[in-house]
C-alpha cells in the first residue's frame, strides 16, 4: 500500500510543470495498478506499516482513483482559460492522499484524522473555482456541518483508546454499550452522508462547487460516512439494536420527502445533487439493519451512485458550458441542437433510476431484501422511493431533451471526443461490474 502513496507524493513536482494531460494518464495507470493489486485472500490484504485493504476499503479506493482520473478529463476548461490549472492538479493530488490514507487505513485515530483532512482541498476547490459569489456560503456551509460534529468523534476515540487499549480496528471487538459515544461516533458519518435533517450543506455545496468539486463529493466523498459507519457499526450491536430503527426510519422517510423535492427542482444540478440525499438514505437504512446483505447491498450502492452521480454531473456541466445556465427552463429541447447527449442522458438517468443492467440495481434488490427483513411496515416507504426516483429521473430527462428549444439558442458545439470518452469511461464500469458481482459478496 505505500508504494501507491510515494506514487502519489512524487507525483506533486509534476503538477507545477505544466502537464495536464500527462498527469491524467499518470491517474488513469496508478488507477489500473491498484485494480491489479487485488489478493483473493479477502481478509486484510498488502499490509504494509499501518496500511492496509480489505474489499471495502480496496473497492472504495479504486473508486475514488478512478472519480480522480476522471474529474482532470472533465476540467479541461481549467487548462483553456487558464484558470490556475497546476494548483488545480495540486489540490487534486492532495485530496487523493487524503481519500487513500483514510480508506485504507487500519487505525481508528489515522482514518478520523484523515477524513477531516480531505475536507480542505474539497473546500478550496469550492472557493477557487466554483462560479457563483454564494459558493463562500457553500464553503461555509460545508465545513461548519463537518466541524461541529466532527469533535465529539474525537472524544469517543480517545474514550475507545481508554477501553480497549487499541485504536486499531483488528482490536476493536467488543460491544460499547453507551448511547452517548455511540452518537458521537456516528453523528459525523450521519452528517458526512447525509442523512435527511442534517443533509442542507450538500445541495448547496454540490451548486456552488466547479464539475470537478461535484464529481469527488457525490463520487467519493459521500461513501466517507458509509465507509465509517461500516467500520465501526460492530461496537455498538448492543445499543444499535435498541435505537437504529429511529434511523432506518429518518433514512427511508427522508428519502421519499427528498424525492418529492426532487420533482419540483428548476437547476439540474441541485436535483441531482437532492436525489443523492434519497440514494444515500438508503444506504443508511440498509447499514443500520445490521444484517448481511444490507452491508453488502450498501457497498454495491454506494459504487453505483458513486459512478452514476459523478456522470450526471459530468453531463450537466458539459451542457452549462454551452448554454451557461442551468435552469431547466431555458434548458429544453436538447434533443434537437445535441443529439449525441441525449443518448448520454437516457443512459444514466436509466441507471439513476435502478434499471437493468446497471449496478444500481443489484444494490437496491439487497437493499430492499434487507430493509424489509427488517420489518415488513418499511416496504410502504421503499416503494414510494423506487416509484419517485423513477418519477425524477424521467423528469429531468423528458424536461430537458424534449420540448421547442431556447429562442437564443443560435450557435453550440455538438461535444468532442474528450466528453464522450469522459462518459463512456463513467458507464462501463457501472453497467459491466454486475457481470462480476460476486466479488462484492466476499469481504465479510
Known amino acids: 500500500m505505500m508504494k501507491f502513496l510515494l506514487a502519489l507524493m512524487f507525483m506533486m513536482p509534476l503538477c507545477f510543470l505544466k502537464y495536464f494531460w500527462l498527469m491524467n494518464w499518470l491517474f488513469f495507470i496508478l488507477s489500473f495498478l491498484f485494480f491489479m493489486n487485488i489478493s483473493y485472500s479477502f481478509i486484510w490484504m498488502n499490509i504494509s506499516y499501518f496500511l492496509g485493504s480489505d474489499l471495502l476499503s480496496y473497492s472504495l479506493i479504486f473508486l475514488s482513483f478512478w472519480i480522480c482520473s476522471l474529474m482532470i478529463l472533465a476540467s479541461e476548461k481549467l487548462l483553456k482559460t487558464n484558470n490556475y490549472s497546476n494548483l488545480f492538479l495540486f489540490m487534486m493530488i492532495n485530496l487523493m492522499l487524503a481519500l487513500y490514507l483514510a480508506f485504507s487505513s487500519m487505525n481508528l485515530f489515522i482514518f478520523y484524522l484523515f477524513f477531516e483532512i480531505s475536507l480542505i482541498p474539497t473546500f478550496i476547490l469550492i472557493i477557487g473555482w466554483g462560479y457563483q459569489p454564494e459558493r463562500i456560503e457553500a464553503g461555509i456551509y460545508l465545513l461548519f456541518y463537518t466541524l461541529l460534529v466532527s469533535l465529539p468523534m ?32 456516528n453523528m459525523v458519518f450521519l452528517v458526512k452522508m447525509p442523512m435527511f435533517f442534517i443533509h442542507l450543506w450538500l445541495p448547496k455545496a454540490h451548486v456552488e462547487a466547479p464539475v470537478s468539486g461535484s464529481m469527488i463529493l457525490a463520487g467519493v466523498m459521500l461513501k466517507l460516512g458509509g465507509y465509517g459507519m461500516m467500520r465501526l457499526m460492530k461496537l455498538f450491536l448492543y445499543v444499535g439494536m435498541k435505537i437504529n430503527l429511529v434511523f432506518i426510519v429518518i433514512g427511508v422517510m427522508g428519502g421519499v420527502i427528498i424525492s418529492l423535492i426532487c420533482l419540483r427542482q428548476s437547476d439540474i444540478k441541485s436535483l441531482i445533487a437532492y436525489s443523492s440525499v434519497a440514494h444515500m438514505g438508503l444506504v443508511l437504512a440498509g447499514i443500520m439493519t445490521l444484517n448481511l446483505w444490507g452491508f453488502w447491498g450498501s457497498l ?145
Not at 485504536?167 to 461516533?185: A, P, Q, S, T, W
Request: glycine letters at 4%; proline letters at 2%; one cysteine or more.
Open 300 to 444: 454495491i450502492m454506494m459504487l453505483a451512485h458513486g459512478l452514476c452521480s459523478s456522470g450526471l454531473f459530468c453531463l450537466a456541466n458539459i451542457t452549462y458550458e454551452r448554454m451557461h445556465s442551468r435552469s431547466m427552463y431555458l434548458n429544453k429541447g436538447l434533443m434537437n441542437i445535441l443529439p449525441s447527449m441525449t443518448f448520454w442522458w437516457f443512459m444514466f438517468s436509466i441507471s439513476n433510476m435502478a434499471a437493468p443492467p446497471s449496478l444500481n440495481l443489484l444494490g437496491e434488490i439487497m437493499l430492499i431484501n434487507s430493509i424489509i427483513s427488517y420489518h415488513w411496515w418499511l416496504m410502504i416507504f421503499l416503494s414510494l422511493i423506487s416509484f419517485f426516483s423513477a418519477a425524477y429521473s424521467l423528469f429531468l430527462y423528458s424536461y430537458t431533451q424534449h420540448g421547442k428549444y431556447f429562442s437564443s439558442v443560435y450557435t453550440i458545439f455538438l461535444g468532442n471526443f474528450r466528453e464522450f470518452l469522459l462518459l463512456f469511461l463513467h458507464w462501463l464500469p457501472l453497467n459491466i461490474l454486475i457481470l462480476k458481482c460476486e466479488y462484492f459478496l466476499l469481504w465479510i
Open 154 to 185: 474525537m472524544i469517543a476515540i480517545f474514550y475507545c483508546y481508554e477501553f480497549f487499549f487499541s485504536l486499531d480496528f483488528y482490536f476493536l471487538n467488543k460491544n460499547l454499550k453507551n448511547l452517548f459515544m455511540y452518537m458521537c461516533m
